[in-house]
């Protein structure tokens, strides 16, 4: 069973920088054709891509956010990391991190809410 575990601070300071690490266990990051994403969802509000990493190491982030975003892995640990910069209270938000396939995003971590305020 694929399980996907974010981690990370809850309360970041703006200006700064989030950075959330998600686990994945029961599976490799770098399984072919998949690819590692990660999503957020603030309050009252919809569900917003940000990005993923692929099986292979590339990268791919929403334009709206590019400027903003890294995201990296650590094979060895069957890690993959968001980072996002110079953040203002409007990227406070639930992230989630996801994989993502053929039959779409499955399964998705349970979610970490990140609270952007001095």
């Known amino acids: 069973q694929v399980r996907l575990q974010e981690s990370g601070p809850g309360l970041v300071k703006p200006s700064q920088t989030l950075s959330l690490t998600c686990t994945v266990s029961?599976?490799?990051?770098?399984?072919?054709?998949?690819?590692w994403s990660w999503i957020r969802q603030p309050p009252g509000k919809g569900l917003e891509w940000i990005g993923y990493?692929?099986?292979?190491?590339?990268?791919y982030y929403s334009p709206s956010l590019k400027s903003r975003t890294s995201i990296s892995r650590e094979t060895s640990k069957n890690q993959f990391t968001l980072e996002l910069s110079s953040v203002t209270p409007e990227d406070t938000a639930l992230y989630y991190c996801?994989?993502?396939?053929?039959?779409?995003?499955?399964?998705w971590g349970q979610g970490i809410l990140v609270t952007v305020s001095s």
């Open positions: 996801a994989k993502e396939g053929d039959q779409g995003f499955a399964p």
């Open positions: 029961g599976d490799s990051i770098t399984s072919n054709y998949y690819y």
């Open positions: 990493i692929s099986y292979n190491g590339n990268t």
